[in-house]
């Protein structure tokens, strides 16, 4: 073959091979269409899209935007932060004018993401509007829905639920109306998240499970591990230590899928340190904290961990050494000036105050304890407002009533498939509609069977004459509490009141007008405690309360308020032909709080039994605290020379 036919032969094979491959860097479809692939193989997808970075410059400029975008999102998914950063950097200098708006919203949401990291909430929260605007602006539902998601979990982060919660309820619809089992799954996953940061850990448990259900069923294995974090991190919060480690160990193994995955790493080695801390395992927990914090990581979350360090080395009397990891955690926080007045942040002033006590700077840690109290009470009482508890309801409510509406739109097309069947087979259609009539008695039957069963709980749990709690429940109530509580998890205390002289006020005014104190009595206490507290009659006139995480300082409070609420009260007894009376009645209050040496519910009562009779024998209409001076010394039933089952009788 001659030289010239040779050499115009591999010109025209090599412009042939150039015009192919220029078609491919130009075609994006493949690219755009591969996002399930992502989510199904992301280190495969990644070494794929690799190949082409050589080609980078030869790319189309739309071509070369969906090539970044797909690599940022793989890089995401595989945990390698630090180069999802730098890609993102490098697609939003090629964006301008003729940019897709698709990938305009997603880069918009990956840069949220990147803020939301650094720590910097109010910029990730300004970019995730931009991005959820942009895209409602161009019908992208699907876009908006996720920036929704990523922007309501952005929210929980600077504690602010209430706006959360209205956020990803919007995008829970949305989801609800594509029918779109992914993004249910990721809407899921924050509702687990912003649940158990509200310390409702069951519910944050379930929305959990139901997402790593979703995502186990869509075989997508990089949202399979963040699910079973967040597993891992709501058993730590709810205490279940073992649990906790078990999850953060599965998390460890499930993460190998991504190749040298750093930061996925470094939240398994936190999440077990911080397990072992918080359970009190300090000599194991140090060495976690040690090669945690050495790992790179998140520095919110390495203030936690110096948070932990600080509280061990006071438990290990190494002082100066927490203080300088509390110095070290306080710099973090400085650096984030948004996570001021968390929960995060206020723990600092617990943790100073517990290495003043060490440091036997007594009072200085009383004004620490006393501000972090401060603190925490205006954060309990911001997260756990009527308005935010209106809007946990109303979402709940709304959820459920997505959920039917859809499923009554799938009922409608049922009942057309029902009508093409009855056409064709009128008997079919008979016996169908005879299996249905059947299942809605079973439903009517069912139901009122179980409004029944609830009238039956109800009475037989409640007073009929005080209309609070019986006996028999407010004791079950209090053993339980005490069985499955321990004096390092959480203080308990109890009340025990009786009426004073009620055996003078039947006596002399009748029996209706003693039923009628006691019903008043019973209001004014139900009136002075918190929601979650118990109260019930245990006797003729005398009350149990139950009050949980209360000390013996609080409790006191608690009851010279309800000793003085009944001192400000009078009562009117007579009828239209009588002259109405004006009774002043008092009560007696006896108090106790569990201690190390409480080991059953019994000897809390009895404390405050014998603290209600020395509040009797001192004079009445006082509320006394149970002292261990009590125990062996003079009881006054003895001066009475009565026993101890009718001394209520006689007062």
């Known amino acids: 073959m001659p030289l010239v036919f040779r050499s115009i032969l591999f010109l025209l094979l090599t412009n042939a091979i150039f015009v192919v491959n220029a078609a491919q860097l130009t075609d994006s479809s493949a690219l755009q269409n591969m996002e399930k692939e992502l989510y199904q193989h992301p280190w495969k ?50 964006v301008n004018r003729k940019t ?73 619809v949305a ?48 949202h399979e591990v963040e699910a079973i974090y967040g597993l891992a991190s709501t058993y730590r919060y709810w205490k279940k230590y ?21 930061n996925g790493k470094f939240y398994a080695a936190y999440g077990i340190a911080m397990s072992e801390a918080e359970q009190g395992n300090c000599t194991k927990a140090l060495v976690s904290i040690e090669y945690a914090i050495n790992l790179a990581g998140l520095n ?31 710099d973090i926080f400085a650096a984030m000036p948004e996570l001021t007045g968390t929960h995060w942040q206020i723990e ?57 509406s859809l499923l009554q739109q799938r009922g409608k097309v049922q009942e057309l498939l029902f009508e093409q069947q009855k056409q064709k087979n009128t008997m079919q259609a008979y016996i169908i509609g005879f299996v249905v009539i059947l299942a809605c008695l079973i439903l009517l039957f069912v139901y009122f069977q179980w409004r029944h069963n609830k009238k039956l709980l109800l009475l037989s749990i409640r007073d009929a004459l005080s209309d609070s ?16 509580n321990t004096v390092a998890e959480n203080t308990v205390s109890i009340m025990v009141i009786d009426i004073d002289n009620f055996k003078q006020v039947n006596d002399l005014y009748g029996h209706t007008f003693g039923d009628k104190i006691i019903r008043e009595i019973a ?61 002043k009645v008092t009560v007696s209050i006896g108090l106790s709080t569990t201690t190390e040496h409480i080991k059953t519910s019994s000897m809390l009562y009895l404390q405050a039994d014998k603290a209600l009779y020395y509040a009797k024998y001192s004079g009445k209409n006082r509320a006394m605290q149970y002292q261990d001076s009590m125990q062996d010394s003079y009881q006054p039933e003895a001066a009475f020379g009565q026993d101890h089952s009718s001394l209520s009788d006689e007062y």
């Open 45 to 94: 997808s990644y070494q794929t899209l690799l190949t082409q970075t050589k080609d980078l410059e030869n790319m189309s400029p739309h071509y070369q935007l969906w090539w970044l975008l797909r690599k940022a999102q793989a890089e995401n998914l595989l945990y390698f932060f630090d180069k999802f950063e730098h890609t993102v950097d490098q697609a939003q200098q090629h």
């Open 100 to 172: 897709p708006i698709r990938i305009t919203v997603k880069l918009n949401i990956f840069q949220g993401l990147i803020f939301q990291r650094q720590g910097r909430y109010q910029q990730s929260q300004a970019t995730l509007k931009k991005a959820k605007q942009l895209a409602r602006d161009h019908q992208l539902t699907y876009l908006a829905v996720q920036a929704k998601q990523e922007l309501a979990y952005t929210r929980s982060l600077t504690e602010v639920y209430e706006l959360s919660l209205i956020e990803l309820q919007q995008a829970y």
């Open 175 to 222: 989801a609800f109306a594509l029918n779109d089992d992914f993004l249910i799954a990721k809407i899921n996953e924050v509702y687990g998240a912003i649940y158990g940061y509200m310390h409702d850990y069951g519910k944050s448990i379930e929305y959990y499970q139901k997402a790593l259900w979703s995502y186990r069923q869509l075989q997508y294995p990089a």
């Open 242 to 262: 073992k649990l906790a480690i078990e999850y953060y160990q599965r998390y460890e193994q499930a993460i190998e899928f991504s190749p040298n995955n750093i």
């Open 300 to 330: 919110d979350y390495k203030a936690e961990l110096y948070k932990r360090q600080a509280q061990c080395f006071i438990t290990k009397k190494s002082l100066t050494k927490a203080s300088n990891s509390l110095a070290k955690a306080s």
């Open 348 to 404: 600092m002033v617990r943790i100073r105050a517990e290495l003043a006590q060490a440091n036997g700077q007594g009072n200085q840690a009383y004004q620490l304890l006393k501000q972090f109290n401060q603190e925490e009470t205006k954060l309990l009482k911001k997260n756990s407002s009527d308005r935010l508890l209106r809007v946990r309801s109303a979402m709940e409510v709304d959820r459920q009533n997505v959920e039917i």
């Open 469 to 484: 709690f019986n006996r028999r429940y407010v004791f079950n109530y209090l053993n339980k509490l005490i069985n499955t």
């Open 523 to 583: 209001k004014v206490g139900s009136d002075t405690i918190r929601n979650e507290d118990v109260i019930g009659r245990v006797g003729g006139e005398e009350f149990l309360c139950v009050l949980p995480g209360i000390d013996a300082v609080q409790c006191l409070h608690i009851a010279q308020r309800f000793v003085n609420k009944v001192n400000a009260r009078e009562f009117l007894v007579g009828d239209e032909f009588d002259n109405v009376q004006r009774v």
